[in-house]
Structures are given as C-alpha cells and as structure tokens.
C-alpha cells in the first residue's frame, strides 16, 4: 500500500484538523455511492485505513517510526468495513446528527499506552560484563500542559450532546437490501458519553504529546544476540488516566575482533 500521508495527500507534520479535513474531502470523492469509476470503492478503503491510523496519536506515532510493520502488519487495525471507520464516516456524511455540533475533539475514556521497541547494538565486552547505555527515544508523553485532559485549562469534558451522555447511538442505514437499525458507539464521543468543548491547544486534544527522552539502559552481564529487555512504563503513556506501555530492547552483539596474531593456525597440527 502506498504510504498513508501519500494517500491523504498531507503532509508528514501534519497536525489532527488537517487530516481529517483531507479524509472527508477524499471520501466524498471515492465514496462508492457517489464515485463509479473502477478503483474507486478501493480507494476509498485505503483512504479510510490511512485515516484510521493516522487520526490517533498513539498509531500515528507507531506508524512514523516503524511503517505499516508497527501496525501489527496490518491486522490490527479496523478498516473501513469496521466499526471504526464507519463511525467516521457516518460523522462525515451525516454531521450534526441529533442535534450535536460535529466539531470538538473526540474524548476517548482510559487506554493503555502502546510498547514500544529499541534495537541496541553493543560491543563483544559490553555483552560479557555488562554496561550501562544511554540511549534517545521518542515517545508519547501525557501532556503537561493539561495534565492528560485534553482540555484547555478552566475547562473540562462535557456530556456529548450526540448520545445525552450513553456512549451510544441508533443509526438507520439503507442499503441495496433494505433499511436496518444498528445500535453502535456513538461516533462523536467514541462511546465515552463525554466530549472536550475546549480542547488544549499543546496537544489539541490528546492529552499526548511526542517527545525525545534519554535513557539509561542497565544491560546485565552474559547478554547474546536477540536478548530482549523490558523497561517497565517506558513505552507510550497512556490516554485519559491509561497505563503507560513499557519498552522492550533487543539486543545485537558485535564479533569480538580476534587478530590473524592470535588465532590458531588452521594448518598447524598435533604431534
């Protein structure tokens, strides 16, 4: 698949608001109900996977540093087909549904913070007496500016005027076959019942923030390639009160440097 800023036409700085308003100009545009050139019902799905990642801070992260392989090879995460991306796009088409302005950041309740990995290369020494590495590492950090609210200082989350504050909504949905009510998550609220009114304008909204931190990495003594290491609450914070996620360190180790002086000559036999 072709790189998702590419899809969105957006670029790599990109902040929330520019990504979303990309992803409803292209999905009024390949929606299949509107566009019926061929390819198009497969460009809207695309469309729709690169907003899925990068309209959350947490995958959007995982996405800039390690590719589509951060998403779990893209099994992880919904597409359009899912609930997730039809939450989006019933927000897209029909906006104001039950009343609610369509425009505050969404509020999602508590969730974990993502692991996090680090791929440490280290001398032949270092791996047989152990050492202590210092190390840079770029992370999702709750946000002090708000504390992790999302919220700008004063301000709070509010009930969500979509759902009256049940986290759900009845959507009546025509198709080829027919008319049906489905019960989902609400899709302005995400299912939380609240929304940010007045979002943190640090993290506009998230209540996360991207960061460079340096580490100091313990490594123990008698350490060989592909050891792997766990730093506890040193992944991705978590959102809205979530646990942080912890990072795992995979370890390469160098040869030892033996000298043609002091190696055993091959040709050289007992007697």
Do not use: W
């Not at 545009?29 to 390819?39: A, C, I, L, S």
């Not at 969730?111 to 050492?131: C, H, K």
């Not at 995400?190 to 304008?201: R, V």
Request: net charge neutral; proline share 6%; hydrophobic share 30%.
């Amino acid at each position: 698949m072709a790189d998702y800023y590419d899809l969105l036409s957006v670029g790599r700085d990109a902040d929330a608001d520019t990504i979303k308003r990309a992803y409803r100009r292209l999905a009024r545009q390949y929606h299949p109900d509107v566009n019926k050139d061929p390819g198009a019902e497969d460009r809207f799905k695309e469309i729709g996977r690169a907003y899925e990642v990068l309209s959350d801070p947490q995958t959007k992260s995982r996405y800039d540093q390690f590719g589509e392989a951060g998403l779990g090879g893209g099994g992880g995460m919904p597409d359009v087909g899912d609930m997730g991306g039809f939450a989006d796009l019933f927000e897209t088409f029909f906006s104001g549904f039950g009343g609610a302005a369509a425009g505050g950041p969404r509020r999602r309740g508590p969730r974990q913070g993502d692991d996090l990995r680090l791929d440490l290369t280290i001398d032949f020494s270092e791996a047989m007496f152990g050492v202590e590495k210092e190390v840079q590492l770029r992370h999702l950090e709750t946000c002090g500016t708000c504390s992790g609210s999302g919220a700008k200082a004063g301000s709070g989350p509010t009930t969500c005027g979509t759902c009256s504050g049940a986290g759900q909504v009845r959507r009546a949905t025509r198709t080829p076959f027919g008319s049906f009510t489905q019960v989902a998550p609400c899709p302005t609220c995400e299912g939380s019942g609240q929304t940010i009114a007045d979002p943190c304008t640090a993290c506009q909204g998230q209540g996360l923030q991207q960061v460079t931190k340096t580490l100091r990495i313990n490594i123990p003594a008698g350490v060989d390639s592909g050891t792997r290491l766990r730093v506890a609450s040193e992944g991705n914070a978590g959102q809205r009160g979530g646990t942080a996620g912890d990072l795992y360190v995979f370890l390469g180790v160098r040869s030892h440097p033996i000298s043609a002086a002091t190696a055993p000559p091959s040709s050289r036999s007992c007697r």
